[in-house]
């Protein structure tokens, strides 16, 4: 009888560690993202409309990394466990032979920088693809919705940035085939319960439009995370009555979202991923 309660004793001692163990790590969590796609999305490298060689050599590049398996091999780069790549920029110079790339290194894990070098999918992607054609590499970093005009304007050869194919910006340059499906993820404060019972994008978007203008979703400027919220005919995106409160990128509205100043933040699945993972390991 006396082992009996013993035992007894020992597991709930077990049970009650375990529970307060559970208990502080969620609390401890700054913020989470709501695990329900809210929009269908493929990813593209952008290409300038006159360059219609160099669209073909990017069609048959991505084609060849997804059948020989290099890019499931980048991908686990940022997502297994392999190591991410360092990336450096050539200086631009019209005398050289270079594939210049325009993105915004704000968009971990597809690109970012760490010191002087680049790291993300897209950017160990252009760096094969310019070794493939025999060319030095320049990376231009700009602001995100710069990406697209700078390719068609010439000032870039190709727009790699985690780019959306959209009718608006296939007007502006060529899209490759798409070699990344993505989506919209809404993220929300550790404590917040809001969207814990949505089991669905219907769950979530009937709650969101019930929401008022008084309520801000924060996202990064011209992405897709910005016309969820402020509507969109090209995506099919109803206008939210909540207020959109656009950012340099999905960090800095992360770090509002904590700070009180948004309700929400809409962005893509893996930089939330990304930068949800990176503030609560500091938590």
Same mark, same amino acid.
């Given at each position: 009888?006396?082992?009996?309660?013993?035992?007894?004793?020992?597991? /709930?001692?077990?049970?009650?560690?375990?529970?307060?163990?559970?208990?502080?790590?969620?609390?401890?969590?700054?913020?989470?993202?709501?695990?329900?796609?809210?929009?269908?999305?493929?990813?593209?490298?952008?290409?300038?409309?006159?360059?219609?060689?160099?669209?073909?050599?990017?069609?048959?590049?991505?084609?060849?990394?997804?059948?020989?398996?290099?890019?499931?091999?980048?991908?686990?780069?940022?997502?297994?466990?392999?190591?991410?790549?360092?990336?450096?920029?050539?200086?631009?110079?019209?005398?050289?032979?270079?594939?210049?790339?325009?993105?915004?290194?704000?968009?971990?894990?597809?690109?970012?920088?760490?010191?002087?070098?680049?790291?993300?999918?897209?950017?160990?992607?252009?760096?094969?693809?310019?070794?493939?054609?025999?060319?030095? /590499?320049?990376?231009?970093?700009?602001?995100?919705?710069?990406?697209?005009?700078?390719?068609?304007?010439?000032?870039?050869?190709?727009?790699?940035?985690?780019?959306?194919?959209?009718?608006?910006?296939?007007?502006?340059?060529?899209?490759?085939?798409?070699?990344?499906?993505?989506?919209?993820?809404?993220?929300?404060?550790?404590?917040?319960?809001?969207?814990?019972?949505?089991?669905?994008?219907?769950?979530?978007?009937?709650?969101?439009?019930?929401?008022?203008?008084?309520?801000?979703?924060?996202?990064?400027?011209?992405?897709?995370?910005?016309?969820?919220?402020?509507?969109?005919?090209?995506?099919?995106?109803?206008? /939210?009555?909540?207020?959109?409160?656009?950012?340099?990128?999905?960090? /800095?509205?992360?770090?509002?979202?904590?700070?009180?100043?948004?309700?929400?933040?809409?962005?893509?699945?893996?930089?939330?991923?990304?930068?949800?993972?990176?503030?609560?390991?500091?938590?």
């Amino acid at each position: 009888m006396k082992l009996l309660k013993k035992i007894t004793a020992v597991v /709930l001692a077990v049970i009650t560690v375990a529970t307060c163990f559970a208990a502080c790590s969620k609390s401890t969590a700054k913020v989470k993202v709501i695990d329900i796609n809210l929009s269908d999305e493929v990813y593209a490298l952008g290409v300038n409309k006159d360059d219609a060689e160099l669209l073909t050599q990017a069609n048959e590049f991505i084609k060849e990394i997804m059948d020989n398996g290099t890019f499931d091999k980048i991908c686990n780069n940022y997502f297994g466990d392999g190591e991410p790549v360092a990336v450096t920029s050539a200086v631009e110079d019209s005398s050289k032979d270079q594939l210049v790339v325009a993105t915004n290194a704000e968009f971990e894990p597809f690109e970012y920088k760490k010191g002087d070098s680049f790291y993300g999918i897209d950017m160990e992607v252009v760096k094969a693809f310019a070794d493939s054609l025999g060319k030095e /590499l320049v990376i231009k970093d700009m602001k995100f919705d710069a990406v697209v005009l700078s390719v068609q304007q010439g000032k870039a050869d190709i727009a790699a940035a985690g780019l959306t194919v959209t009718e608006d910006r296939a007007a502006q340059v060529n899209f490759t085939d798409s070699y990344y499906s993505a989506s919209q993820k809404i993220v929300v404060r550790g404590d917040d319960t809001t969207f814990d019972e949505c089991q669905t994008k219907e769950d979530v978007d009937a709650i969101l439009k019930g929401l008022d203008s008084s309520v801000k979703i924060g996202g990064q400027n011209g992405t897709t995370g910005q016309y969820y919220v402020e509507g969109s005919e090209n995506f099919g995106f109803e206008k /939210l009555p909540a207020t959109f409160v656009g950012y340099d990128n999905g960090s /800095l509205a992360m770090q509002d979202l904590i700070n009180g100043n948004v309700q929400y933040v809409i962005i893509d699945a893996a930089p939330a991923a990304a930068i949800s993972t990176a503030i609560n390991e500091v938590a």
